[in-house]
T-cell receptor, first 112, second 112 residues
């Protein structure tokens, strides 16, 4: 199916464990983004990528690592999960030509 | 540092009413101002967007008003319907950075 898909949709983990959230898009969009959504804070940008092998920090990058070896994939890794990283994570992509972001359906992460 | 401030946090109106959601930004380099709509369990989706060279844009029942000198923009929903009940996010983009910065979100409930 065309579009942007995230996996897993739901994840429960424990403090200190490593977690990777996957994001895959089929449009070959140059830009990809990771946001976290928390009540009262809206959507906050964690990391973004302008192209394969080019990544940059957003507003709240601490505790997260990203990579982009292929245009279509943009995984987000929590190297040592903390309770404060309990959130809903959204991946998004966009073309070079418009500002419209296309979002995945989100990954709900709970860190116990 | 919250570069885009959105208010109110929540809003309840009767069917047919005109809810208004306001946003203010700080960075005069922003050049694209979209609004996103999010239903529960889904990712946000683009609703309507405006660039700073126009003061108003309408798409169906949705209108953006833009005041460049005040660095403010707002979303008006005409003849609101229960199906408009959702969370609305304003955002701002500086084109050459690729980063879309979101406001905190407004949860709208339209009562039948």
């Amino acid at each position: 199916d065309a579009g942007i898909t995230q996996s897993p949709r739901y994840k429960i983990t424990e403090t200190g464990r490593q977690v990777t959230l996957m994001c895959h898009q089929t449009w070959s969009h140059s830009y990809m983004f990771w946001y976290r959504q928390d009540l009262g804070h809206g959507l906050r940008l964690i990391y973004y990528s302008a192209a394969a092998d080019i990544t940059d920090k957003g507003e709240v990058p601490d505790g997260y690592v990203v990579s982009r070896s292929k245009t279509e994939n943009f995984p987000l890794t929590l190297e040592s999960a903390t309770r404060s990283q309990t959130s809903v994570y959204f991946c998004a992509s966009r073309t070079d030509y418009t500002g419209e972001l296309f979002f995945g359906e989100g990954s709900r992460l709970t860190v116990l | 540092q919250q570069q885009v401030k959105q208010s109110p946090q929540s809003l309840i109106v009767q069917k047919g009413g005109i809810p208004i959601i306001n946003c203010a930004y700080e960075n005069t380099a922003f050049d694209y101002f979209p609004w996103y709509q999010q239903f529960p369990g889904k990712g946000p989706a683009l609703l309507i967007a405006i660039r700073p060279d126009v003061s108003e844009k309408k798409e169906g029942r949705f209108t953006i008003s833009f005041n460049k000198s005040a660095k403010q923009f707002s979303l008006h929903i005409m003849d609101s319907q229960p199906g408009d009940s959702a969370t609305y996010f304003c955002a701002a983009l500086r084109g050459n950075t690729g980063k879309l910065i979101f406001g905190q979100g407004t949860t709208l409930q339209v009562k039948p």
